[in-house]
Nanobody, 125 residues
Framework: VQLQASGGGRVQPGGYLTLSCAAS????????MGWYRQAPGMQRELVAR????????YFSNSVKDRFTISRENTRNTVYLRMVSPKPEDTAVYYC???????????????????WGQGTQVTVSS
């Protein structure tokens, strides 16, 4: 399974930006999809996560009430909508799949902790 993130760039404080991440490969089913971020000199942190049927979501306290997360299971895609971003939201954002059930060479198998390549988000005026 491969994850391709897109949508990063520069955004002004108080604006909005949407990140997308599409999973590709011999996918049968994906469990939780989420977004992490890593600012310079900081550890990677979980920003938001959404579970398989979309009924359960998690947000870090720093983005709660400003960011939303959604997914389209038919397209194996997860979105992160950033509303009113702040300069402290500046970071490289990584999409993540905690585990996926895929068609392997010898039958269905699980793949764990799948990461996208990261997309830079810069919040500045």
């Amino acid at each position: 399974v491969q994850l391709q993130a897109s949508g990063g760039g520069r955004v002004q404080p108080g604006g909005y930006l949407t990140l997308s991440c599409a999973a590709s490969g011999p996918i049968i089913r994906i469990n939780a999809m989420g977004w992490y971020r890593q600012a310079p000199g900081m550890q990677r942190e979980l920003v938001a996560r959404i579970f398989a049927d979309g009924s359960d979501e998690y947000f870090s306290n720093s983005v709660k009430d400003r960011f939303t997360i959604s997914r389209e299971n038919t397209r194996n895609t997860v979105y992160l909508r950033m509303v009113s971003p702040k300069p402290e939201d500046t970071a490289v954002y990584y999409c993540n799949v905690d585990h996926a059930y895929v068609n392997g060479d010898y039958g269905p198998v699980y793949e764990f902790e799948i990461w996208g390549q990261g997309t830079q988000v810069t919040v500045s005026s």
